[in-house]
């Protein structure tokens, strides 16, 4: 592991993982990588909670199986 924070230095660009417009069942505001109120733990720069990207995970499935 990375002490210097190994996370922050791998964030990805929007074009790289196909930012753009959600969908209704899809959305950046109910992602488990969304940091309200316009943030990514994954993706760099400002994000709108109705964008989506090919990173997104629905929040509700944070049950441990």
């Not at 950046?28 to 909670?49: D, T, W």
């Amino acid at each position: 592991a990375n002490r210097m924070g190994a996370r922050s230095l791998m964030k990805h660009t929007k074009k790289s993982v196909d930012y753009g417009k959600g969908m209704k069942s899809a959305h950046c505001g109910i992602c488990v990588h969304f940091r309200s109120p316009n943030s990514c733990e994954l993706v760099i720069g400002p994000i709108g909670p109705r964008a989506w990207c090919k990173l997104f995970k629905k929040a509700e499935d944070k049950v441990k199986e």
